[in-house]
Every structure is written in C-alpha cells, then in structure tokens.
C-alpha cells in the first residue's frame, strides 16, 4: 500500500510523477521550508500508481477512452455530454477495498497527530500535468473543504478523481495537446486552516501584470479562499518590495482596500457556505502591516528554494491567530515572457477624456461603458455576449467579448476562443485573471456592473493598456501595436531617464531603457492616489460641508486617522515608483500644484486663493513656508522620511519647484531639515535636495543656488514661458513660444557651464529633447549630464542621445 498513498514527510518535489506538482509542492514545502520559519498544515496524497490501480482494476480506463474518441472541444455541447458520461461513470464505481482500507489509516494517522478524532482536511486535485512551467490548470480540477469523517473523505476523494474529467478540465488538456488518459491524479488530504475564522487568499512572487520580478503581491479576503480564487470577491491587495525587507524595511508600496463582500465558512455536515460581510469589516484591511511583510517574506524563501517566480496560497487561523502556506506552484505566465521585447499596446488617440456613464454618454470622444482591474496590457475588441449562466455557454461564438459577473474554471471552453472578458466580480489573481493571462487576451474584472450596462451584440473595446486601471469603451476604437527590441539598444554617456506620473503604470515602464526617473510628480501621486486636498483632511474636524465629508470619509476608509491616510498613500505613491526603477535615482519634485489646480480637489475650494494668473502665484516653495501650507507641505516631508527610513528607498532624492530666490530656497530646506532629512544616519544616507531651474533668476543667480543645493533639473517649458513674457497656455501667442529661441538656448547652455564649475549636476525634463529636432544635440553638446521625457519618447530619445554621442 506504501505505493499508494505518501504521507507530506516522504514526498518532495521529486515525486511530482506520483502526486503532481500540487501535492509534491506540498511535501518539498512541509519537508524543507518549515525548518526556516514557515508553516505548511500537514497532510498525506493518494499516488498516481493509486489512480491507475483504481481504473484498470475497474474497467473504467478502457470505457472513458471509449467515451472520448473523436472528441472536438469546439463543440461545447458534445464536449458537455462526454464529460458528464465519465463523471457519473467514475462516481458511481467502487474504489478497491484495499485503496480505502490505506486511506483511512492514513487519515486516523493524521487525526491523532492533531489530537482530534477526526481532522477536517482539505481534499484537493494535483494532477501530474498541473502547475508546470507553461501549464497551471488553474482551477480545473476541484477542492473539497470542511471534510470531516472517512465517509466524508472517501465521497470527496472520489469527487476529485471525476473532476479530472470536467469539460474545461478535457478542454484545457486539448488545448495544450495533452492527451487524456496520458495525466493521472492524485488527491491531497492536507489539514484544514480555520480561515473561515479569519482571511486567507493567494500571493505572487512576482507583478503578475509586467512580470516585474522584486515584488510580491497578496490578495486577502475574509474567510476560506476559495472565493479569491475563483473571483467570487473583490479582495484587499497588498504590494510588498521583496529586496529591501530582507534587510529589514517594511517595504509595503501599496495598500488597496477591496469590497470582500461575501465570507465563506463552514457550514454543516462537511459544507461551506458564503454569508455577508459586515460593513464595517468591508471596510478594514484583512491584514496588518506586520503579517503582510511576514507573508512577503514567506514569498522570498519560496521563491528562492524553486529558483522561479512562484503561486502561492495562504491562510490565516483564527485560533490561533498564525499565518499558513497552502500550496505554491510556478507562476506560468510571465515566468515565460522574453523580457527583451518589448510590446505595447496603444490606443491611437491615447488621452481621451474619459467619462464613465450609465447610460454611455460622455463628454468625451471615446466613452467609457464601465471600468475595472486590467489584467495583461493589451487591447481587444469585438462584439460584446453577456452570457450570465454557465449553462448558456453553448451559445457563445469565437472572437466575441464575453461579458458575465464571474469565470469559474467551467467557463474555459469559451474563454479560449474569446477576444477579452469582462466581468462584474474578481480580482488580479482571480479565475478569469489567472487564465485570461495565460490564454495571452486582455480582461477587465472587477467592474461592478458591467452585466448591468453592457448588451449582447454591442461593439466595444476592452483596453488594459493604461495602467492598473482597465477600460470598457463603447464602439471599435484605433489601436496600434508597438515593439521593440531592447537587446539591440546601446547606452548613452548622457543619462537618459523617464518623466512619471502615474505610479500604476512604473512597472511595466520598468522594462524600458532608462537610467532612472528624471521626474516624478507628486501633484500626479496625489490625483491618483488621494484626490483630497491636504488641509481639508488636517482641518477635517472643522469642515461644515457634509458632502465633502462623506467623500473624504469615503476615500480613507480603512484610516482611523484622516492625516495619515495621506502621508501613507503619498509615500506609496512614491516608493512604488521607487521600487520599479531601485537602485537608480528617482528624483521627486515636491507638489506644484496652481491654486486653481488645488481647488479641484476635495476640499480644496476653502483652502486656495483665486487668483488671475495662478501659473505665476502661489505655487512651489513659496507655499511650503507660509504659515497658511506649510502644514501640509509637512505631510510631504513626511511621506518622503518614510519612504527612505521605513522603507528603504535610499534612492529618492527630492526637488523644490518654482524656487524664486535664494532666502526662499533656505526657508524651504530648513524645513526638511526640522525631518532630519538631510541628516547622516546609522545606515542611512543623508538626502539630496535639488531645485528646478525654471525662473531667470535660477540662470542669473546660479552660483548662489548651487551654494545651497545638490543639483539642478532644467524645466524648459516654464524657463521659456518667463524667458520669453509668454502665457505658455495662451493659444494666440503660441507662434512665440519655442524653446530654440536664442535667448532660452544661450541661457541653458550658460547655465549648464555655470553649474558645473560649481561641482554640480544639472537634467533637463521637458519634453523638448523629444519633441524638437537638434534639441538633443544641443543639449549633449552644451554638457549636460541627464535629459529626463515621457516614456513614449524614451527609445527614440535614447537612439538620438547615441547618435549625436557617436
């Protein structure tokens, strides 16, 4: 019987021929990784030779190849049929007694070590084609939990042997050319986690999006996980950088608070059964800080013992209050990306005002129907199916956009042979994400209502090309694809960065050739990520408007405290963008927001002025000081100290706006000084500070500025705009406005001479190198040491820095 069933303790990742990749995770995992700190329920797994023993002895190989010839997947009714023909086939066969007798030993065995009578266990699918290097089998086969009893396991264990021949199980095995009575499967008894008591959900060593490596994502919902993983919920996400916890930082870059409506827990007599959430556990993180970086770094070990990218599932006992790894499985996807070619997927007018609307109208020229989580960066598109029942797939037709509340793993068939999914539900590590990433097609889950607005036989575009963020427009928009093949690149002595604003998009952006982030702005970060204005979330006690109120109480759910909500999310905003380029330089211009562009935000009208020209007012360090901002410019150096002190993005360098003279200058870094920011610290060094060069003043008093800061960034658009007297919005004086004009160039070219003689470095990030033919050479010519654009403008940008070098 030792042939037949192996317990945790004698399987490794050897066996995955007896048990499946699954099961033989499992033991490598409870074998190896428990004696460094992580904690793997123990179990035991029938063997493939148990499988076999179980089909031949009973006739049932020879019948289910009978059943399966001249099968077509395409045709989803036939391919219904067959498969229910040898599931109910296998259910109603007998296992040999002597198979039984084994398992029930085994399950006493595992009772008794966990002092109970009788153990509930997980009893779960691991077929010995699944979670390869190309192949997941996401969900194919089924999972059985709150199994208590030998009755109650023998029943399921026989479940799980059929669900080898579910019809998007046939399906995906076609697919992938994997012939049926080639797999075999073995079942995992694994004791069961009480996450019905607390949260549980799955994680990746990896961005699952861009395949940015240094980072491990965790989804978390209440309750046991089968709702994460089948996108029944949309659950909290938590992004951690993997390299700088290891040395001791809490590198948490991002909390998002997910809806995790429903809860799934036992039920009676072996079940579960999903309930409602609360809303006032809705609206709290599942995890607390110190259990995301315990996770993250359970991801770490993971990856590091399989050498890959890694799948993970995990658990929280509500007993006794620890953390548990499930199961850990490659990841199949971007593990598998050739990382040197580029490809990007752009909509031809790709910044449209968008609108989302009920009933699809807009101001804008492409209307947005609904919007959700991207998953992958590509755009389809086609005639919309709203197909809301599993048993309706049959009608589905290839190159359609399948539109539905929820994937399960019976949804496969059609999902093939879609141009994109959308659904109401799910997350990034949802059904429908895990095989829409693999089937290589765009999806956008999570939406709320897509079922709702979206009608059968409508045209739309599915675009996850725009960041985390994933669009649903109505109609067939333009597109196009770009590649690119970075391995054919040479660098650049003149450093070549990126301008950034959205820290949704810095992973993929990652990939691109650059030496590091010239620009990124906060004012970006703060739209994004906050949309509040900062004195209204510091005088939020005194606000009369409850409107405005409800909205803030709205964006801060799951902070108690309203202020930290915005150190907290700005510093996310900031580490991120961090992270995706570490080690290299990310220069953070502190917000230089106008006053009328700070008004528009929450709260902002009863804190800003009006004022006739806000481009020359109020802006950049001449707020920080005044006593009527100079709390909130508080709340950026804050977010900055923890960024660099609890994080560890050493990498971060800051840069004041719109500095118009010299005691400004020395207010404003006394300031930061008050942080302890530029300070030298036990491991931590001291941070630089550099001032934009946009003001005349900033050229003709070069020197001195240079006495009092690290380093200069050029900003070209409003050095000509004050260079030149021109409004640089003014649509009747734009004839005048141009950066080559001499006055502008002669001033650059001085100014870049002048720093230098003051052992200082001076970039430039407008938009002009990219966007000016010879801007580039000018600018290599006159010495300057970066030339910071856009992303899009990056390679073309890069090819010219060479050439003009060369």
């Known amino acids: ?104 030993s085994s399950y006493r065995k595992l009772s008794v070590g966990y002092g109970v009578k009788a153990a509930d266990v997980a009893v779960r699918s691991s077929a010995t084609a699944e979670d390869t290097k190309t192949a997941s089998f996401a969900g194919q086969m089924e999972s059985y939990l709150n199994v208590k009893g030998e009755a109650q396991l023998l029943e399921a264990i026989k479940k799980c042997i059929s669900s080898l021949f579910t019809n998007r199980a046939i399906s995906y095995r076609a697919e992938r050319k994997i012939n049926d009575l080639d797999v075999a499967l073995s079942v995992g008894i694994q ?64 909390k998002h608070l997910g809806t995790k409506e429903k809860r799934l827990i036992y039920s009676k007599n072996g079940l579960t059964k999903n309930i409602s959430v609360p809303l006032k556990d809705r609206q709290k993180f599942t995890l607390t800080d110190e259990e995301i970086l315990e996770l993250a770094r359970y991801s770490v070990i993971i990856e590091k013992h399989y050498g890959q990218p890694m799948d993970m599932e995990w658990a929280k006992d509500g007993k006794d209050k620890k953390l548990y790894l499930l199961q850990a499985r490659p990841e199949t996807v971007q593990s598998q990306r050739k990382m040197n070619i580029l490809e990007k997927y752009v909509l031809k007018d790709s910044s449209p005002k968008r609108s989302v609307s009920k009933t699809g109208g807009g101001r804008s020229k492409f209307k947005v ?31 359609e956009v399948l539109v539905t509340k929820v994937t399960d793993p019976d949804w496969e068939p059609i999902m093939k042979i879609a141009k994109a999914i959308v659904t109401d539900e799910g997350g990034k590590t949802s059904h429908c994400a895990i095989v829409a990433r693999e089937l290589g097609i765009p999806a956008v889950v999570g939406t709320d209502k897509a079922t709702q607005i979206i009608k059968t036989g409508q045209d739309i575009t599915v675009s996850c090309a725009e960041g985390e963020k994933g669009y649903v427009y109505k ?52 739209n994004n990520y906050i949309g509040i204005h ?79 020209n806000p481009m020359i007012g109020w802006r950049g360090a001449s707020r920080y000081y005044d006593a009527k901002f100079r709390k909130a410019f508080e709340l950026e150096c804050l977010a900055i100290k923890k960024v660099r002190e609890e994080m560890g993005f050493l990498n971060i360098i800051v840069m004041i706006p719109f500095c118009r003279t010299i005691e400004e200058g020395k207010k404003v870094l006394s300031i930061i ?27 003709i008093l070069a020197e001195k500025f240079a006495k009092i800061f690290d380093g200069f960034s050029i900003g070209s658009n409003d050095l000509t705009q004050l260079m030149l007297g021109v409004d ?21 070219k001085e100014f870049i001479s002048c720093v ?12 002009a190198p990219a966007n000016i033919p010879g801007y580039i050479e000018f600018l290599i010519k006159s010495g300057i040491d970066s030339i910071s654009v856009n992303p899009d403008s990056i390679l073309e940008t890069k090819l010219l820095a060479v050439r003009a070098e060369s």
């Open 1 to 104: 019987m030792s042939n037949y069933i192996l317990s945790f303790n004698q399987i490794g990742i050897k066996n995955v021929p007896q048990v499946g990749g699954k099961n033989a995770s499992l033991g490598e995992m409870y074998q190896n990784l428990t004696k460094k700190g992580l904690r793997v329920p123990n179990g035991f797994a029938t063997t493939s030779e148990a499988y076999w023993y179980f089909l031949e002895s009973s006739g049932l190989k020879r019948k289910i190849g009978e059943i399966l010839k001249g099968l077509n997947t395409n045709n989803v009714k036939n391919l219904m049929e067959r498969g229910e023909k040898i599931r109910h086939l296998i259910l109603k066969t007998p296992l040999p007694k002597d198979l039984e007798k084994a398992i029930i």
């Open 673 to 699: 000084d008050e942080f302890g920011l530029r300070q030298e610290k036990k491991g931590i060094k001291p941070l630089k500070v550099y001032v934009m060069a946009e003001i005349p003043a900033n050229v």
């Open 728 to 748: 640089r919005d003014s649509l009747r004086l734009a004839h005048i406005f141009d950066e080559r004009n001499e006055a502008v160039t002669k001033s650059i």
């Open 475 to 526: 109609g067939l928009l333009p597109f196009k694809i770009e590649r690119a093949d970075m391995g054919k690149l040479k660098s650049s002595r003149t450093k070549i960065m990126m301008n950034i604003g959205n820290p949704q998009e810095v992973f993929p952006l990652s990939f691109l050739p650059n030496d590091g982030v010239g620009l990124a702005r906060e004012e970006f970060i703060i």
């Open 369 to 399: 129907l609904v919007e959700g989580i991207a998953v992958g960066s590509k755009i389809g598109e086609g005639k919309a199916h709203l197909i809301k029942s599993v048993k309706k797939i049959g009608e589905f037709k290839a190159g």
């Open 534 to 612: 900062p004195l209204a979330l510091l005088n939020y006690a005194n606000l009369k408007d409850k409107k405005i109120k409800n909205q803030i109480d709205k964006l801060t759910l799951g902070y108690k405290n309203k202020v930290q909500f915005y150190v907290d999310k700005l510093a996310e905003g900031i580490g991120r963008i961090a992270a995706a380029f570490y080690p290299k330089d990310v220069i953070v211009r502190f917000s230089d927001f106008k006053s009328n562009e700070y008004a528009n935000l929450i709260g902002g009208k009863f804190f800003e002025p009006e004022e006739a």
């Open 191 to 254: 004791k069961m986690v009480r996450s019905d008591m607390a949260c549980s959900g799955v994680m990746f060593s990896c961005d699952t999006e861009s395949g940015f490596a240094d980072i491990t994502v965790i989804n978390s919902s209440w309750g046991l996980g089968e709702n994460v993983v089948k996108g029944r919920v949309t659950p909290d996400e938590f992004i951690v950088y993997e390299p700088l916890i290891l040395k001791g930082y809490k590198a948490i870059i991002s």
């Open 756 to 767: 230098h003689k003051c052992g200082k470095k001076v970039g430039i990030c407008g938009e």
